[in-house]
């Protein structure tokens, strides 16, 4: 079986903010539409505090929760206790359903486990400086090349400007 590129997707304000108090903190449509097709016919990987927040699973997508808690059980997802275990079921997952790739799609403490093993970055950063609780980590943009970006303005649609890049892991 081959292995599916892991691709991490983020929105991140200018300050390093994705988030407060276990909420999106813009209404930006047209980032919304790109993460669900990024991310449709995929497995998923988040943290239990990022499921609990959306509060079910995603449709289209296997979603798999990685949390420590032992007893964490929902209906519809796959639990999994550390990140080796949630990529594998993601790999399995995503092979039986013939997805194009594993995504990571959050909190900041997933990111931050899973930002040494990911392929590729899909980001959207968000032109505005809000105040959140939850931060994207640093993820050391020098192990990666930019291959795509492209700017959008604040709309009646999306309440900031922002822009949509793409990053490959360079080899």
Request: with cysteine.
């Amino acid at each position: 079986m081959a292995k599916l590129p892991v691709v991490l997707v983020a929105a991140i304000a200018d300050n390093g903010v994705i988030g407060s108090e276990n909420r999106l903190i813009w209404r930006l449509k047209t980032d919304l539409r790109r993460f669900r097709a990024l991310t449709m016919g995929c497995p998923i990987i988040m943290g239990r505090k990022t499921f609990l927040s959306i509060g079910k699973p995603l449709p289209g997508r296997q979603t798999v929760v990685l949390t420590r808690d032992p007893l964490f059980r929902a209906e519809g997802v796959h639990a999994a206790s550390s990140l080796e275990g949630a990529l594998e079921m993601a790999q399995e997952l995503g092979a039986a359903m013939g997805a194009r790739a594993v995504i990571v799609g959050g909190g900041s403490e997933i990111y931050a486990l899973a930002l040494p093993l990911v392929d590729r970055l899909e980001l959207t950063f968000v032109h505005a400086a809000p105040e959140g609780d939850a931060l994207f980590p640093s993820w050391g943009r020098e192990a990666f090349r930019e291959t795509a970006r492209s700017d959008h303005p604040a709309t009646a649609e999306d309440e900031y400007a922002f822009s949509f890049a793409s990053f490959e892991r360079r080899r």
